[in-house]
């Protein structure tokens, strides 16, 4: 087979790279922003590209091609200090998560933790989504609960995740009903902030709670910590 002959079939069957392929593009095109390389950054993107912008960015809105001529530019007037921390192949997306802030003149600061999913086709970025959590990150890219394990988790104690965390390393915690456990009448989720309350049926009802009932988890972010801080978790009314 020539070196070639993978142009053959240019025009008549489309191909998605997936895996390795995308990450790679994904890689150069991640350091191509951060070094607002205008010229690499349009040579990587699928003229179909469809590009999220998240929080800071001046998003959400979705991008054709030619309206992202100006986001280098913006990132720049926007002081884009984020950071790269993790870069994984999940179901055929390439997944960046990225930490720091943004902050836009006379605009809101955004800090915080950020996942970019990307998606190829034919070798170039066609596809862009902004997440703020794992849990969405996952459900958007249809991983079943089964398979999520280890995915995106908390891997460092200085993952920008962790910023209300006051969990000490090897707790116990008990899945609860905050009207059973809680000590006040609202607790946050210690990574995601999610409000449990009894006061409303829209707030969390349940969770993983210290057993003296003063820090709690979600389900969600249980898993995602739990390996990190060797946390026990125990059902309900177990010891
Ligand atoms: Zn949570």
Redesign the pocket.
């Known amino acids: 087979m020539p070196p070639d002959s993978a142009h053959a079939s240019e025009g008549q069957q489309r191909h998605t790279v997936t895996g390795m392929g995308c990450e790679i593009t994904v890689r150069r095109l991640v350091r191509a922003i951060e070094q607002r390389d205008q010229e690499c950054v349009e040579a990587l993107l699928a003229p179909s590209v469809a590009w999220d912008t998240g929080a800071g960015e001046g998003g959400p809105e979705t991008l054709n091609r030619s309206q992202l001529a100006g986001f280098l530019e913006r990132l720049e007037e926007h002081n884009d200090q984020r950071q790269v921390k993790e870069v994984t192949a999940i179901a055929g997306s390439i997944v960046v998560r990225t930490e720091g802030t943004i902050s836009p003149p006379g605009g809101i600061r955004y800090e915080g933790t950020s996942f970019d999913v990307y998606d190829c086709d034919e070798g170039l970025v066609s596809r862009r989504r902004v997440f703020g959590y794992r849990k969405d990150v996952l459900d958007a890219l249809a991983v079943p609960q089964d398979e999520r394990q280890g995915l995106l988790v908390v891997r460092d104690d200085d993952d920008d995740r962790l910023y209300h965390f006051g969990i000490a390393r090897g707790s116990a915690m008990t899945w609860a009903r905050y009207a059973d456990l809680g000590t006040s009448d609202h607790h946050h989720?210690e990574?995601?902030w999610?409000t449990f309350s009894a006061l409303h049926a829209d707030y969390q009802q349940e969770g993983y709670a210290t057993l003296d009932g003063r820090r709690w988890?979600?389900r969600?972010?249980f898993d995602e910590v739990k390996d990190h801080f060797a946390l026990e978790g125990r059902q309900a009314g177990g010891v």
Do not use: P
Request: charged share 10%; with cysteine.
């Open positions: 989720c990574m995601c999610a988890l979600c969600d972010c």
